[in-house]
């Protein structure tokens, strides 16, 4: 499964990635490895997870020796277990030992973040609420962290700051009264009617105040317990907006209570900026 999200910046990140590892050159492979020497290498999990950067790491095989003959089994969003064969490389073994580490950082990174947001999306099955993610990423790994989220079954929040407008309490230390945010909110939908609005609320009186507002997408629920979610819920009501993000003290151990309240959205920043890698690893074979 491809994503329409990993987009041009993917070669530019894997140009980068292998200049910083090979430098003037592979040196080990130089003086250790004969040229002629080929091999075969499967690409394998180690453990139990969800893949996400499979057509990452195959790029970066072929950047490095285009000669190099690589055949994917398995894609992105498919869960795997140790044995399984997700892909097979073959070639140039000097080629193949250069890409190796820049393709499986890639590759286990991001399975890790598929394969821990597959872990909250499962935590919150029996709800109807959506496990989101935020713009806590890797800088210049945006994109693809978050097609990584979408892999593990989460759903993508704003990309940047241009495409979802999301006031937060730093955005109203001059002027956070109703009249000068409808005032704000109208100015945008004028100038720029695609972009949503989200409002962010630390207690209920500005749940209350936020909903007489026109034009509010979302509200985010910032740091609001269980019952406190619940009750914000029931003032919405039967309405189909503004749809209700919860956000802040969220973890596999509290996400099914705050899921359970009736909110529309969780948004949890760990799984991008903490997601332990899936071990992956290549096992050779010299033909």
């Given at each position: 499964m491809s994503t329409p999200l990993v987009s041009d910046n993917v070669d530019a990140l894997i140009d980068m990635a292998l200049a910083e590892?090979?430098?003037?050159?592979?040196?080990t492979s130089t003086y250790f490895v004969p040229a002629e020497l080929t091999a075969r290498a499967i690409l394998t999990p180690r453990k139990k997870g969800v893949l996400s950067g499979v057509e990452v790491a195959a790029k970066v095989f072929k950047k490095v020796d285009p000669s190099?003959?690589?055949?994917?089994?398995?894609?992105?969003?498919?869960?795997?277990?140790?044995?399984?064969?997700?892909?097979?490389?073959?070639?140039?073994?000097?080629?193949i030992l250069g890409a190796e580490r820049t393709a499986l950082n890639f590759i286990q990174r991001l399975s890790g973040v598929a394969t821990l947001t597959k872990e909250y999306v499962k935590a919150v099955a029996h709800t109807s609420?959506?496990?989101?993610?935020?713009?806590?990423?890797?800088p210049g790994y945006r994109l693809l962290e978050k097609?990584?989220?979408?892999?593990?079954?989460?759903?993508?929040?704003?990309?940047?700051?241009?495409?979802?407008?999301?006031?937060?309490?730093?955005?109203l230390m001059t002027d956070g009264n109703t009249e000068h945010l409808q005032n704000c909110i109208n100015k945008l939908r004028a100038d720029m009617p695609k972009v949503e609005i989200q409002l962010e609320a630390d207690t209920l009186e500005q749940v209350e105040a936020f909903l007489k507002?026109?034009?509010?997408?979302?509200?985010?629920?910032?740091?609001?317990?269980?019952?406190?979610?619940k009750k914000a819920v029931e003032m919405r009501g039967s309405r189909p907006t503004p749809l209700l993000e919860a956000s802040g003290?969220?973890?596999?151990?509290?996400?099914?209570?705050?899921?359970?309240s009736?909110?529309?959205?969780?948004?949890?920043?760990?799984?991008t900026h903490s997601a332990p890698s899936l071990d992956l690893g290549l096992d050779f074979s010299v033909e």
């Open positions: 590892d090979f430098g003037p050159a592979d040196v190099l003959k690589v055949e994917v089994y398995l894609h992105d969003g498919e869960s795997v277990a140790p044995g399984a064969v997700v892909m097979l490389i073959e070639g140039s073994a000097r080629s609420t959506r496990i989101l993610d935020t713009r806590k990423t890797t097609a990584a989220v979408a892999h593990g079954g989460g759903t993508n929040h704003r990309l940047g700051l241009y495409d979802r407008a999301m006031v937060k309490d730093n955005h507002l026109e034009g509010v997408d979302h509200i985010l629920l910032d740091n609001m317990s269980p019952e406190t979610l003290g969220v973890n596999l151990d509290t996400v099914a209570a705050i899921a359970e009736g909110v529309d959205f969780v948004s949890v920043g760990y799984v």
